[in-house]
């Protein structure tokens, strides 16, 4: 699907100062139910409005090659296999919404993201979707209401972890399409299986990339502790760019989240720092605190000790109560010694912690501690307003008393210094944090035009440029 131009005339933006998105802001208070409502706050020269509601936890959009807009449902914030994936249809240009949403999948497991390829010797689509324990792709025809072939495993990851409230256990994988010297590879980010610790296994806090048919798997990264959005951008040299999550053992403001553009096609594969080197003040630094051990956890008989630094509190977290989580557990490897054969051990080993950070490669830009990134967009010199802009979705602190994230961020190639563009996902009231949404992934329709999807809330947002 194609969806038609913003009323909006983008020529009254030709002459709007990029510096300008930064300063003066609107509100706008908007109904998403009976009684619910959610006021968000964007620069005076855009307007905003929910294009679709009610999908559980919604996270992702990729565009098929026939033009409609897909998009991933994870359901909850446990494991599960309740996942989905819908096709967002029937876009109303006057009400800036879609009046149709068709379940194409579902009893999905934690699906993150999805991508679209089509073979350019057989013509045929294939969509593309990374779960917690595989990677599967499905034959895609133009007009599908649901898949026109059974899935095909491509590639299994490690799949088993601490349960979630912990903090340490990534769910999510992330898969990008991408041309590397004329050839497609397809690219899936895994998470690590802790906050703080040594992997046992190769395709934890790594990316690997292999062909379109799963063959000739190649380690291209270590050391990303979560990368949970990875996009190639033929606009910039066609490099890889991928968010990334620090830990949480070093308290409320450190380490600074980071945007990376990836080194691929190293060998070894390039080393992105954690767990042992972390981020502040834009430079990567060694942290001197001891990695804990299964040694740690047999000797007292139930968990590592628990790093100091972090002051937040355990009630305070959008996970909910987390008085009775050990916060040490999520410093032990996946499950605590868990000794079944590594499924990806022909990709090589384990990363050993590094023991300096001069070789870890410099972070595009770094973002406050905790604030999450997830989805990005890069805007390029086709957007009036936000020329060369990167838009970068900001989760939020898993604790909202540390007060970091809760919005979406622009940055320039130029400058690379994130600045507001919509708040108000996180206000206080009575001296208390209050969130009202969370910001996850952003995809552009339009010059100046794009989608961002609140995985809090069920919502999707459309935001394009205001009426004159």
């Not at 951008?233 to 830990?247: R, S, V």
């Amino acid at each position: 699907m194609q969806l038609a131009s913003p009323r909006a005339s983008l020529f009254a933006l030709l002459f709007v100062p990029i510096a300008a998105l930064a300063q003066a802001q609107t509100s706008h208070t908007l109904n998403y139910a009976p009684g619910k409502q959610i006021t968000l706050k964007l620069p005076e020269s855009f307007d905003i409005g929910i294009a679709a509601t009610g999908i559980k936890r919604v996270r992702f959009f990729a565009k098929s090659p026939d033009g409609r807009i897909f998009v991933t449902s994870m359901h909850d914030l446990s494991d599960n296999r309740l996942g989905a994936v819908y096709i967002l249809e029937g876009w109303d240009e006057r009400a800036s919404r879609f009046n149709k949403i068709t379940r194409y999948l579902n009893h999905l497991r934690n699906p993150n993201n999805l991508a679209f390829y089509t073979d350019p010797i057989t013509k045929q689509s294939w969509l593309y979707i990374p779960l917690t324990d595989r990677l599967v792709r499905y034959k895609y025809n133009a007009g599908d209401s649901a898949p026109a072939s059974a899935p095909e495993t491509l590639i299994r990851f490690p799949d088993y972890g601490l349960h979630y409230k912990y903090g340490g256990w990534h769910l999510t994988r992330t898969v990008a399409v991408a041309d590397i010297g004329g050839n497609t590879r397809i690219f899936v980010a895994v998470g690590s299986s802790c906050n703080f610790c040594k992997e046992d296994e190769v395709l934890r806090a790594a990316v690997v990339s292999m062909d379109p048919d799963g063959r000739n798997q190649r380690l291209e990264a270590q050391g990303l502790r979560n990368a949970v959005d990875m996009q190639q951008l033929a606009e910039l040299d066609h490099a890889i760019f991928a968010t990334n999550m620090g830990d949480d053992h070093l308290g409320d403001k450190l380490p600074e989240d980071t945007f990376f553009r990836l080194f691929i096609g190293q060998n070894p594969a390039q080393n992105y720092g954690w767990p042992t080197c972390y981020f502040a003040g834009g430079r990567a630094v060694l942290d001197k605190t001891p990695l804990p051990s299964l040694d740690d956890a047999r000797a007292n008989g139930k968990t590592a000790p628990k790093p100091a630094g972090s002051a937040s509190a355990t009630r305070d977290s959008v996970y909910g109560d987390q008085k009775d989580v050990a916060a040490a557990g999520t410093n032990l490897t996946a499950g605590g010694g868990h000794h079944e054969t590594d499924p990806n051990a022909n990709l090589g080993k384990a990363s050993a912690p590094l023991k300096s950070c001069e070789k870890v490669p410099p972070a595009y830009t770094t973002l406050a501690a905790h604030s999450s990134p997830l989805g990005f967009a890069y805007f390029s010199k086709q957007d009036p307003a936000l020329t060369d802009t990167f838009l970068v979705a900001l989760h939020g602190a898993s604790h909202p008393h540390i007060g970091t994230g809760y919005k979406v961020v622009r940055l320039t190639s130029a400058d690379r210094k994130p600045q507001d563009f919509i708040t108000g996902f996180l206000t206080t009231r009575s001296g208390k944090p209050v969130v009202h949404g969370r910001p996850c992934a952003i995809l552009r329709l339009a010059p100046d035009t794009f989608l961002l999807s609140d995985d809090y809330l069920g919502l999707i947002y459309y935001i394009h440029p205001r009426a004159e």
